[in-house]
C-alpha cells in the first residue's frame, strides 16, 4: 500500500518541528498539521537554555532578543512578593539563557523546517480543525482531519503526537488504553494564561535599566541595557526539542 506520508505530525510547536526537521532532512516526507496558524500566540517565558539551543539543529539568532549571563534567584516570602535579602546571584563566563518572544521562535522554526528538505524528503504543512478518527492498523497508522475544505484522510507508518499537553492524539491512541483497557483516567485539561501588565504594576522594581522601553522604531536586536543580559549572537548547532513528542507506531505486526 502507497501511504500518502512517511510520518504524519500532529503539532507544529518545538517538537513537532524538531521531529520534522530531522526526518526532512534525512529524506522522509513529512506533514505537519496544526490547528493554529503561525504565528500563534502561545503562553511561554521563551527562555532558551543552552542546552536547548544546542539541540536546535540551526541557529535562532534572528529571534533572540536577548542573551543572559547571570541569574538570580528569590524566595518568595509571602505570595508573590520576593525577599531580596535571600537573593542568590549566579555569573556565568558564558551565557546562561537567550531570550525570545514565543510566537516569533515557533514561527521561524516552522519556517526553517520547512525549508529542510533534503534527499527526496520535504515538510509540509496544514492547517486543520481537529482529528476526527485515529485508526491504528498493523503497517501504518490513518489519521481523519476535519479540514475547511470537510474531512480528510492521510495514511502514513508513523504518526507523531506533538499536539502538547492538551493534544488529542495521545488520548485516541490504543495505546493510552492498553494500560487500563480504558479511556486514560491521567488525562487531565491544563491552562496557562500570560498578560502584559503596566511595568508600575509589578511587585517589585526591576533592576537599574529595566524599565520601559520604546520598542516601536527598534528592530529585535536592538541593544537594551539590563543587569546580565545583553543583545549577543548565540548560535546553537545540533538536534531536538523541549519536550519529547509521542510517537504512535503499529503494535500489532
Ligand atoms: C507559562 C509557561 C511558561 C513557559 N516557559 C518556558 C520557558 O521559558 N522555556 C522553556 O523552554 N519552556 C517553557 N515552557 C514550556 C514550553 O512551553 C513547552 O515545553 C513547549 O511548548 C512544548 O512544546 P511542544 O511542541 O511539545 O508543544 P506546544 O508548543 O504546546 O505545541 C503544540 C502544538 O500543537 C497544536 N495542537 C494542539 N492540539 C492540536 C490538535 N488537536 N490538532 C492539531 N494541532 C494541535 C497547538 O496549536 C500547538 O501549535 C513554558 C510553559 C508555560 C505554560
Not at 506520508?5 to 507544529?12: E, H, K, P, Q, T
Not at 501504518?140 to 507508518?157: C, I, K, M, R, S
Not at 520601559?212 to 538536534?239: E, F, K, N, V, Y
Request: charged residues 20%; glycine residues 8%.
Amino acid at each position: 500500500m502507497a501511504f500518502s506520508y512517511d510520518a504524519l505530525i500532529v503539532g507544529s510547536g518545538p517538537a513537532g518541528c524538531a521531529a520534522a526537521f530531522d526526518l526532512a532532512r534525512n529524506g522522509k516526507r513529512v506533514l505537519l498539521l496544526d490547528k493554529r496558524l503561525f504565528p500563534r500566540p502561545k503562553a511561554c517565558a521563551c527562555g532558551l537554555t543552552r542546552k536547548t539551543l544546542a539541540a536546535l539543529r540551526y541557529s535562532v539568532d534572528p529571534v533572540v532578543e536577548r542573551v543572559c549571563d547571570e541569574i538570580v534567584l528569590q524566595r518568595a516570602t509571602s505570595g508573590t512578593v520576593a525577599d531580596k535579602s535571600q537573593e542568590i546571584r549566579v555569573k556565568a563566563k558564558t551565557p546562561i539563557a537567550a531570550m525570545a518572544v514565543r510566537e516569533k521562535f515557533d514561527a521561524y522554526c516552522l519556517e526553517q523546517t520547512l525549508k529542510a528538505g533534503a534527499k527526496g524528503g520535504s515538510a509540509e504543512w496544514m492547517k486543520i480543525d481537529n482529528i476526527l478518527t485515529l485508526d491504528e492498523q498493523p503497517d501504518h497508522v490513518a489519521l481523519t482531519v476535519a479540514t475547511n475544505d470537510g474531512p480528510q484522510t492521510f495514511t502514513a507508518p508513523v504518526l507523531i503526537g506533538a499536539d502538547g499537553s492538551n493534544g488529542q492524539t495521545r488520548r485516541l491512541s490504543t495505546q493510552s488504553k492498553l494500560l487500563t483497557g480504558e479511556e486514560p483516567q491521567w488525562y487531565m485539561r491544563g491552562f496557562a494564561l500570560e498578560a502584559m501588565v503596566p511595568y508600575t504594576s509589578l511587585p517589585v522594581p526591576l533592576p537599574e535599566g529595566d524599565g520601559p522601553q520604546d520598542w516601536s522604531s527598534t528592530s529585535l536586536r536592538s541593544p537594551m541595557a539590563t543587569a546580565g543580559c545583553s543583545p549577543r549572537a548565540i548560535t546553537s548547532t545540533s538536534a531536538s526539542a523541549h519536550s519529547p513528542p509521542t510517537t504512535i507506531r503499529s503494535t500489532r505486526s
